[in-house]
């Protein structure tokens, strides 16, 4: 437009309210202008403009203003009407803010089973809703109940979630209060010396002098017939063991000397070593196993011994000697026991290895007597795995012995073993392995020769395997590593005891499943049981601290009245527990990492009697000294990890108490030691 009107200098108004064009540079281009102005009666150029028309052009073109101003006003009444159209449409697809107290009760229990079990407790206690939905919730009270008590679900059971929650609180409170549901006596049918004797897998075996096995299946019902079976092996056992009861596998290890003649010098024997994989309800080879494992010793062996573990499908051995006539190098193998595919070799000193122990499927410990450690080894995932390990990939020490003391035998144990198989579809859940306690003894001997001392302690599995990640600095694959001394490992995760803790046998290898170990007096006595379980020991902990202030309030309230008869309880008592050897420790306030109070709600603590809680005796002291009268270490031995103890209200005359997933299985002798009479069954479900 400005091209058109740059040749106007100056315009006047004229009284009829036109503009005088007083000066004109060139003619204007109505047409051209008149498209591309807008029609703006203010406007001094658009009146310069309409002045050049005739009166007929300019009646003409102020209707054509007139329309063109009606379009703009309607274009803009519905643009305006489009905005708020617009608005409004933006308002309702606006996200609105949800939160998770929003979402509906299927999804809220779908999200809550997908956390840790102790993170859905916290929840319920943080929210009046969720605690709603989490108490109503069987699902939910099933899934807590399975994680307070350390136990996994067995997806192939069909039972209901109900009855799956009713089972296991029954049975927790049952082995709590040692209610058994039924209790058996089964009297074993030869009373003869015996080598070894082990439960394992629900299966109590006795192996002979005489070179016979006798094996008998545990009951889980009352009106159950036991049956024994006997197996001959001939005197060329040297282990035995049950793998589980899902896949029905027994294991027979044998080791048959055979005369060697080389260069025609001195004859020296070489014994074969055959492992026999057969079924255990038919005792005939099972039909898993393509091939019996089978090979020869390396090195003369005076009297071979086994050590022997079997998770999933690697079958580990170790292979020791008794007599230090030879001292022949200590050896270790892993099989693929269905194929016979041998995976790892390994070599080491005489006298280093006894019992192997798996950690995982496929990382096992090797407790090293020559060090003093416990030896982390890790098995190959494949036969064509091009590393092939020759030493262990991580160490942990164990406390340094005094001059003059070395470590005789170091043993290690644990049930139930990590991926058990398939669990019997009747079964509604399991005790979890990796949360269970491995018991390890330590046998200590002076040089001379003279009196044996046996230590124990206790820690749980997944302790060791989080000590992976804690140490991983530690972690070496190209060297031996170093060890990780026990004082920045061990106190914070192990109990350690004295053979005989006030008087019970806290020696065996054979009383510990899941996070309990079991112990008999020492002549009549009660029966005893230890819980390793963290969340026990903060139950027990909250139980004993509400009962004081509860008793503390009603002698304040007597005292007001006049009426106060004092509490030998409280006041001989407060703050003290139970820490064996007829010490009393003061307790701490929680356990560590351990919140206790949200643990306090279950089923278990709304009974009408408090009175079993208050039995209970528990340590929480943190770093307790063990008792180590003959000075067997360096320096005094700390630990830390808390535990309960709960003792039945009679009395039993037991050699030894062994402990099942649903029993305890007391051990009547006949005299000596190596003379078993009958096995006594504690039945809790």
């Not at 406007?43 to 073109?61: G, K, N």
């Not at 099972?286 to 573990?309: L, Y």
Request: hydrophobic share 35%; aromatic share 8%.
């Amino acid at each position: 437009m400005n091209e058109h009107i740059s040749s106007l200098e100056s315009l006047s108004l004229t009284q009829g309210g036109l503009l005088h064009i007083q000066e004109v540079g060139r003619p204007i281009d109505h047409t051209a202008l008149g498209d591309r102005v807008p029609f703006m009666l203010g406007s001094r150029q658009m009146a310069a403009f309409v002045a050049t028309m005739s009166p007929e052009r300019q009646e003409a073109f102020e209707v054509q203003m007139a329309e063109q101003r009606a379009a703009l006003r309607l274009q803009e009444k519905r643009r305006a009407r489009q905005m708020v159209n617009s608005s409004t449409t933006a308002i309702a697809t606006r996200p609105v803010k949800v939160t998770l107290l929003d979402l509906p009760p299927e999804i809220l229990t779908y999200i809550l089973l997908h956390l840790p079990f102790t993170s859905v407790v916290i929840c319920g206690g943080v929210s009046r809703h969720l605690q709603v939905l989490i108490s109503g919730s069987a699902e939910l009270q099933y899934y807590i109940h399975l994680g307070v008590y350390g136990m996994a679900d067995n997806p192939r059971c069909d039972l209901p979630i109900s009855e799956r929650l009713n089972r296991l609180l029954v049975r927790e409170r049952r082995q709590e209060e040692f209610d058994f549901d039924f209790e058996k006596i089964i009297d074993v049918p030869v009373v003869a010396e015996h080598r070894r004797r082990y439960l394992s897998a629900g299966v109590f075996s006795i192996l002979y002098e005489s070179g016979v096995l006798r094996q008998v299946q545990i009951p889980s019902e009352a009106g159950q017939e036991v049956e024994w079976k006997e197996i001959r092996t001939a005197p060329f056992l040297i282990h035995s063991g049950t793998r589980s009861l899902e896949q029905d596998l027994h294991i027979l290890t044998t080791a048959q000397p055979q005369t060697v003649y080389t260069n025609a010098a001195k004859p020296h024997t070489i014994h074969e070593v055959q492992v026999h994989l057969n079924q255990l309800s038919t005792g005939k080879p099972h039909p898993d196993a393509q091939r019996t494992i089978s090979f020869k010793m390396r090195e003369e062996f005076g009297r071979p011994r086994a050590g022997m573990g079997c998770v999933g499908d690697n079958l580990l051995l170790v292979l020791r000697d008794e007599m230090e006539e030879h001292k022949p190098d200590d050896q270790v193998y892993v099989y693929d026991w269905k194929t016979g595919e041998r995976k790892l070799e390994i070599n080491a000193p005489f006298g280093s290895y006894s019992s192997p122990l798996f950690l995982t499927t496929h990382t096992f410990l090797l407790p090293n007597k020559k060090n003093g450690g416990v030896e982390y080894w890790r098995i190959p995932e494949g036969l064509s795995e091009a590393h092939t390990p020759d030493q262990p990939f991580f160490i942990l020490s164990l406390p340094p012995l005094s001059s003059g003391n070395m470590f005789r035998r170091i043993s290690l144990n644990a049930e139930p073993q990590p991926a058990g198989g398939l669990q019997a579809a009747s079964k509604p859940f399991y005790t979890d392995p990796h949360r269970a306690i491995i018991v390890t003894q330590v046998t200590i001997q002076p040089v001379d020769r003279s009196r044996m001392t046996v230590f124990s302690f206790f820690v749980h599995r997944n302790s060791f395997v989080e000590c992976l990640d804690i140490f991983s600095p530690f972690i070496s694959s190209s060297k031996r590593p170093i060890p990780v001394p026990y004082d920045d490992w061990g106190p914070s995760v192990c109990r350690w005891f004295s053979g005989s803790a006030d008087g019970y046998d806290m020696g065996s290898l054979g009383g510990m499943f899941g996070q309990r170990y079991a112990s008999a007096a020492r002549g009549m006595g009660p029966l005893i049981v230890f819980n390793f379980n963290p969340i026990d020991v903060a139950k027990v902990l909250v139980a004993r601290k509400r009962h004081i202030l509860k008793t503390k309030t009603r002698d304040e309230k007597n005292q007001n009245r006049g009426q106060s008869e004092g509490n030998q309880y409280i006041e001989g008592n407060q703050g003290e527990e139970y820490a064996g050897k007829g010490k009393k420790v003061l307790s701490q306030t929680r356990v560590p990492g351990i919140s206790p109070e949200p643990f306090t709600q279950g089923p278990q603590m709304s009974s009408s009697s408090s009175e079993p809680w208050l039995q209970t005796k528990m340590v929480t002291r943190a770093l307790d000294p063990l008792d180590d009268p003959d000075h067997c270490f360096e320096d005094t031995v700390y630990s830390s990890l808390p535990y309960t103890m709960r003792s039945s209200q009679d009395n039993y005359d037991f050699a030894n108490l062994l402990l099942g997933d649903e029993y305890m299985l007391g051990i009547q002798r006949d005299g000596g030691w190596t003379r078993i009479k009958q096995l006594h069954v504690f039945h809790y479900g």
